[in-house]
């Protein structure tokens, strides 16, 4: 119950095409590393799936239901670029954040559900450090306990690591990882980190407005890492 699947799905900001005609389908359960250049749609992609954009053609399924639909219904967590996310500036704590996630909850249960959620995602003795106080890789680990806090099937993040060191960077791959494993959730973040991609995941796509490159990571690592037309000129949905 947390597959992913794009038909035929072009979408176009204005006079600028993002993405064209593009087929995939994201199994329950996988572990997926999307990958391209700047302004090759991988946001785009994100975004579909989650139901904040609509496609101007094709279709969006999430576990046969509208994005829109399974949003609304809590199976699909959507954690933004860090420097999109605006709650740095509240005077708010790491618990009151993660707790956001959980109003679909029983009142009762809700405290439960922060308590566990901040245990697995390693906050647990941050309940009450403000927001301002985090590190970045802190605050990003707050993010992604406040979209696992909906109980979610799948989990999209952008760009999770961006602004962020490299030894928190690793530290929040590997979160993911032991989540994906652990409790079953099908995780698929953009990412330029192809280091850590190719050493945690276990499958990457690569966008560039097409789907360039589906398989395996170390597929991926080993025949296409750095062959630089694949990124600058997508041979469309080829596997």
């Known amino acids: 119950m947390g597959s992913v699947e794009f038909t035929d799905v072009s979408f176009a900001y204005r006079n600028r095409c993002a ?4 087929n995939i389908c994201l199994r329950t359960g996988d572990f997926v590393g ?6 090759s749609g991988k ?3 994100l975004k579909l799936a989650a139901g904040i954009i609509a496609p101007q053609s094709g279709c969006v399924k999430i576990s046969d239901k509208s994005p829109l639909v399974a949003t609304q219904k809590g199976f699909v967590g959507y954690v933004s670029q860090l420097q999109n996310d605006s709650s740095a500036g509240f005077p708010a704590t790491v618990s009151e ?3 956001l996630g959980t109003l679909k909850s029983q009142a009762k249960a809700r405290k439960h559900v922060v308590e566990h959620i901040l245990e697995i ?8 450090t403000l927001i301002n106080e985090l590190s970045g890789g802190y605050r990003q680990r ?12 799948i989990l999209l993040l952008d760009e999770p690591t961006s602004g962020i060191d490299a030894p928190s960077g690793k530290k929040l791959f590997e979160l993911l990882r032991n989540l994906n494993r652990r409790l079953g959730i099908t995780i698929i973040m953009v990412s330029h980190d192809i280091i850590n991609i190719t050493e945690y995941m276990q499958r990457v796509v690569c966008i560039n407005k097409g789907i360039c490159f589906d ?13 630089h037309l694949l ?5 469309m949905n080829a596997v």
């Open 34 to 39: 999307i990958v391209g250049p700047n302004g």
């Open 19 to 22: 993405l064209t005609a593009v």
């Open 215 to 227: 398989g395996s990571a170390n597929e991926f690592k080993k025949n296409h890492l750095h062959q």
């Open 97 to 99: 954040i993660v707790s």
């Open 231 to 235: 990124f600058e000129f997508p041979t």
């Open 121 to 128: 995602t390693g906050l647990a003795g941050y309940e009450k």
């Open 43 to 45: 946001t785009t992609f």
């Open 142 to 153: 707050m993010m992604v306990a406040r979209a696992l806090a909906q109980n979610p099937r």
